[in-house]
């Protein structure tokens, strides 16, 4: 049987490491463009598509990331293809990380000012013309500090793809833990990684809120 | 696609679903009402506890907020036995979920505390309370208040997130569903109805804490 040092398992994990920020990215790139998508149905749309957007955001908030996974695992199933878990995995993540971002960009649209809105309608600004304009340059500032808090969530959600079987940082640690036997250092080293890659955000997210002054413009 | 959908499973396997939805809902019950209280002790340590602890709470609720919870779940139910420390799938579940629950309520209530006037911990000294007795009768129940709505989010994230204790074999409903799906091989059928058993848990578990915050705190204490 092979001995394997503490460089060794840190180095696998560093090696599977690289694929939790690939989906990472993936899901947040991707999750952005649906989250827009869904952002402009939902505040501008018509009655049934701020209703289907809507209905699309409960759906996704309101059930564990997990079940959609293994929805995404089985459902794509059906349709006769051969589901690789990475495809299922950036499927479900994407359209998670949707739902989530167009709320917290809702909420940052809404609170421009309505005159905002007035005021371009009455220089004959269409709808897109608006966001474009006056209301998306705005929201942006107002957006950015809980946008790069959310990235924290997408990446500690990507540790749920393990169980469908995309080998990244969770399942190589369960693999490791396997050949080695060593389940508290090997944890404890995957939740020192986690740590490594989600405190930068977190923290730049909390200095982005204070130096945009964004939570305090009120007091 | 061709595919035929089956629901027929559903009555032979509904007990096996009614014992998950059992087992989702205590380890949630539980795991609020611990993980909460942990959330407001952490919270007293950082607004007005020892200076010895404040690190100490800061870094735990650093660590929790910034590893995901199958981590933390694993580090408790596969890492600890190597420190001797051994407990059931079902305790680990809970403990994990208390244990993140506490760091992200922490936060939460520490902010509702931040939002607290300066003058009411004065007002609650010229009475001659105790620093603990301001805390505990003029800061905790107006904060709680006024984060009522985001640590209700938080709990109902929290019991959409236990779905994961299945992969340590605490009988969840996460689990309910595998097993059922192992016998039936109708792997999108039996999680679908998960879901949405989960959606309408997430659901109900928001109205009962709407309830309850409309319970706890009625309309006169805020203005």
Redesign the interface.
Known sequence: MTEFSFWDILRNLLLAARWTVVLSLVSFTGGGIVGAALLFLRIGGRRGMQFLSRGYIQ?FQ???????L??AF??L????IDVPAWLAACVALILWTAAFLAEIWRGCVESIAKGQWEASASLGMGYLQQMRYVILPQALKVAVPPTVGFS?QVV??T??T??IGFVEL?KA??IV?NATF???T???L??LI??AL??PL?KSSQLLERKLNVAHRNH | MTYQFDFGWLIDSLPVLLKGIRITVQLILIGAVFGVALGIACAWVRALGPKWLKPVVATYVELIRNTPFLIQLFFIFFGLPSLGIRMSELTAANLAMIVNLGAYSCEIIRAGIQATPRGQFEAGASLAMTPFQTFWHVVLVPALQRIWPALSSQIVIVMLGSAVVSQIAAEDLTFAANFIQSRNFRAFETYFVSTLIYLALAILLRQLLAGLGWMLFPRKASR
Not at chain 1, 77 to 80: I, P, Q, S
């Open positions: 759906l309101g059930t564990p990331l997990l079940m959609q293994f929805l089985f459902g199933g059906l349709f006769g924290v500690k959600g540790a749920l393990s169980i969770s640690g369960s833990t060593q389940p508290f090997v944890y404890g995957v939740a986690y740590f989600c405190w977190s």
